[in-house]
C-alpha cells in the first residue's frame, strides 16, 4: 500500500482491502496507512455483494471527507484479527525484503523462516535450486496493478497472453486483473 501511495503515476481515493489476509492481521493493520495518508480503507470480502457494499462503504466515506478503516467483512474479520496466529507466525517467519513481479522488490514485503526453525524449512533441508522469475519483456501487469493502464492497453493482451497461456502474473488467475477483464470485459 505504501508502495502504491508513493508512486508518481498513481492516484489512490481509497483501498479496498482484503478479506481472507485481514482475519489474521486485524483491521487494525490498515490505522496508520488510513491516517497517515488520509485515505479510507474498508476491508472486503469476496462475494459480489461483499464487493459492492464494501464500495458503497467507500465512497461514503469519500464524500463524507473521512479517511477511517472500517470492516465491511464482519462476519470473518475483526479489529484485532487473530492474535494467536500473529504470534505463531512472529515467532516462525521473519520480514524479509521480497521481490514482487511487476512490482520490484519491496523492502520487509516478504516473510522467511528464521534461524531456530530452519529444520523445517524445505529450501534448506533439500537441494533445492534457487528460482528466479524473469518476467515477460511485454508484459505490463506492472502498470496494470497499478492502475495506470487497463488490461487491454497492454499489447499482450488476449493476443500472446491468454489465460490458457499466462504471460504475467495479472493472467494466471480468473481473479487476477487481466483474467477477470479477459474473461468479462466485453469490447
Not at 16 to 31: E, M, R
Not at 68 to 87: C, K, L
Not at 138 to 165: H, Y
Not at 167 to 187: D, K, N
Amino acid at each position: 500500500m505504501e508502495v502504491l501511495l508513493h508512486a508518481e503515476d498513481v492516484r489512490i481515493d481509497g483501498f479496498l482491502c482484503p478479506g481472507h489476509v485481514s482475519t489474521v492481521i486485524g483491521a487494525k493493520a490498515y490505522q496508520d496507512v488510513a491516517a497517515q495518508h488520509r485515505v479510507p480503507c474498508v476491508v472486503a470480502g469476496f462475494e459480489p455483494l461483499d464487493v459492492l457494499q464494501a464500495i458503497v462503504m467507500l465512497v461514503g466515506q469519500l464524500e463524507a471527507g473521512r479517511s477511517e478503516v472500517e470492516i465491511q467483512y464482519r462476519r470473518a474479520v475483526s479489529w484485532e484479527g487473530n492474535v494467536q496466529a500473529r504470534d505463531v507466525m512472529d515467532e516462525v517467519f521473519e520480514p524479509v525484503d521480497a521481490s514482487w513481479r511487476g512490482m520490484g522488490t519491496i523492502p520487509a514485503s516478504g516473510l522467511q523462516v528464521r534461524d531456530s526453525w530452519q529444520r523445517f524449512d524445505a529450501s534448506h533441508r533439500f537441494a533445492m535450486p534457487a528460482i528466479r522469475i524473469a518476467e515477460h519483456p511485454g508484459c505490463r501487469c506492472g502498470e496494470v496493478l497499478r492502475g495506470v493502464l487497463q488490461p487491454p492497453q497492454c499489447a499482450l493482451f488476449r493476443k500472446a497472453c491468454t489465460p490458457e497461456q499466462p504471460l504475467g502474473p495479472c493472467m494466471v488467475s480468473s481473479e487476477g486483473t487481466c483474467g477477470a477483464y479477459y474473461r468479462y470485459h466485453r469490447t
